[in-house]
């Protein structure tokens, strides 16, 4: 809504009960309290762009690293289309891996500052009953560094006033804080000060999306930027994402997108094909694995034909003929083509008497009936939807024991513990369990690639993870605090850029913060400024930070 009044020789618009604009709920830490907002105009709303978040440091993501061997590859993009026995394979495609990222607020234009310094006047002087509090914007200018002015009214009393500056950004910031500190007392006098710090450290992602970040908590600093005592309180701040490629560690992530599409075929719903190469038989890929499997057991078999993964050297010592075969019949081209080869397979396997290992622990229908063949020499009946049921509950019961041996052989999870995991009780819940715990075995290796953290404590966050991943309504997006000890993490805490740090003074009538950030606030336009205190020409260049100063002055004592 526009304002115009008689006093008043300018416009502006307002949002009552908005929510504190992002910047100011870091600097004051009020998340949950509404504002008032006063600003010139809307620039743009947040679903016309992204905004987006610099990280200081890029560290190294190594490389996933896939087998070419045929047997567990899984080629080709999900195919959608209604669910038909004898459907015809269509080889168009959708991209399922676009993320498009928004902002949560619009932005807004400032008002001229001596036009936001009348109008936070008159809204000192208007009578209200309510409590309110009260931000107006200001526009960014070459010659201006004042962002945000505000105020707090309760029972028509005024209880203090606020003013929010900016300045940067600056590739250096040097010297301790005596001058923040000063100018804090300044507005109090003598009184007690209390100092509060704060500093996160981005290790990897976004934090839009997906992102794993140390946040520490200490009383005393000395300087800006300092480096987080070893009794500082430290969390390990995670927020992931199904199917983020930045943490992606192995295959498993297109395994549990193909198993979701092929249960939604089974209740009646779009089914989900994988494609391959036209020039390859499914027949004799079967075929294949059938010969390869009466010279193979279960000391061997994972030599064979398990896929490179590089979550730990040691491979997986329980694959068996149904991981092999998930791999193959997953890339049918059509329901009859998954039919013909299940209905070869049996055949085969009886005729000459093939003994294929099978892993004791799987309970699989394939295993069950590869079972029953070698014990009663009877063809099973697949009537219906059951060869689609069969090649589900194969790619459950491989994904199932992919998972879990990562915890188990790197002992960062006792059996007890994933156990609950293994047990669903329906197709759906299986898979589920199986993409919590995929979630699970992705934090823990992004801990052991971007973390230098003990083997103790590693483990005890991924047992933490496993307790908190089961009781989670919804795994959409998961976002989850660990503590850790910094003494752990104090080297990497040194030897790393803060992509935020913060120090908080208060005292009896005065709350002063001084805030680096490395993502530039939405409120600051574009304004030319000079990189101070380095060269662009370095190989290493130090980060730039925005630098923030707020304070809050109570009125009336």
């Known amino acids: 809504m526009v304002l115009m009044t008689d006093a008043l020789s300018f416009s502006y618009r307002s949002e009552s009960g908005s929510a504190v604009p992002p910047l100011l709920s870091r600097l004051t830490g009020r998340d949950s309290e509404q504002v008032n907002l006063y600003f010139e105009d809307y620039i743009k709303r947040a679903e016309e762009g992204p905004l987006t978040v610099a990280t200081p440091v890029k560290q190294f993501i190594p490389a996933v690293k896939h087998s070419e061997s045929l047997d567990m590859d899984i080629t080709g993009s999900p195919l959608k289309a209604d669910f038909d026995p004898n459907e015809v394979f269509d080889n168009s495609a959708d991209d399922f891996d676009t993320i498009v990222k928004k902002s949560e607020l619009p932005l807004y234009s400032g008002l001229e500052v001596k036009n936001a310094r009348t109008l936070l006047s008159r809204l000192n002087t208007l009578s209200s009953t309510s409590s309110t509090r009260n931000v107006v914007l200001c526009r960014t200018r070459e010659n201006s560094n004042l962002l945000y002015l505000g105020n707090r009214v309760e029972d028509g009393n005024l209880v203090h006033v606020s003013r929010t500056t900016w300045e940067g950004p600056v590739r250096s910031v040097t010297g301790g804080l005596e001058g923040f500190h000063k100018n804090h007392l300044v507005h109090v006098g003598t009184g007690r000060t209390t100092m509060q710090c704060r500093a996160q450290y981005i290790l990897a992602g976004d934090l839009q999306e997906s992102y794993l970040m140390l946040e520490s908590a200490w009383d005393q600093s000395k300087s800006f930027l300092e480096t987080p005592p070893p009794d500082a309180a430290t969390k ?11 943490f992606a560690c192995d295959q498993q992530n297109a395994e549990i997108e ?19 190469d036209e020039d390859t038989s499914l027949e004799d890929e079967v075929l294949e694995i059938l010969e390869a499997s009466r010279k ?4 061997t078999a994972v030599q064979a034909t398990e896929s490179e993964n590089i979550l730990n050297l040691q491979s997986r010592q329980d694959v068996d003929i149904t991981d092999m075969l998930w791999s193959v019949l997953s890339r049918s081209q059509s329901f009859a083509e998954l039919t013909d080869s299940l209905n070869l397979l049996f055949s085969t396997v009886l005729t000459e008497e093939i003994r294929p290992f099978i892993y004791s622990g799987n309970k699989s229908g394939l295993a069950g009936i590869l079972r029953d063949i070698l014990r009663t020499g009877e063809l099973p009946d697949l009537a219906g939807s059951r060869p689609l049921t069969l090649l589900v509950e194969m790619g459950i019961e491989k994904l ?10 790197s002992d960062l999870a006792s059996k007890e513990a994933v156990d609950p995991y293994l047990s669903g ?9 199986i993409k919590r715990l995929h979630m699970v075995v992705e934090l823990a290796f992004a801990c052991q690639t971007y973390l230098s953290m003990p083997t103790k404590s590693l483990k005890l966050l991924v047992q933490s993870a496993l307790i908190k991943f089961k009781e989670l309504d919804s795994i959409d997006r998961v976002c989850l605090d660990f503590p850790v000890q910094t003494s752990d993490v104090q080297c990497q805490l040194e030897s790393s850029n803060p992509s935020f ?11 002063s913060v001084g805030q680096l950030q490395v993502d530039k606030p939405v409120e600051i336009q574009s ?10 020409e370095e190989e290493n260049p130090e980060p730039e930070y925005y630098t923030i100063y707020h304070i809050e002055l109570d009125q009336g004592n």
């Open 527 to 536: 304004v030319p400024v000079k990189l101070q205190g380095g060269k662009e």
């Open 258 to 276: 193909q198993l979701e599409g092929l249960i939604s075929g089974l209740r009646g719903e779009e089914l989900v094909w994988a494609g391959r």
């Open 236 to 246: 390990l701040k995670v927020c992931l994402l199904p199917g983020d490629e930045r």
């Open 501 to 511: 740090w913060q120090v908080r003074l208060e005292s009896s009538g005065a709350r």
């Open 400 to 409: 199932k024991r992919d998972s879990s041996h990562y915890l188990l052989s």
């Open 296 to 299: 193979l057991g279960p000391a």
């Open 425 to 433: 009780t329906s197709l759906s819940h299986s898979v589920d369990l």
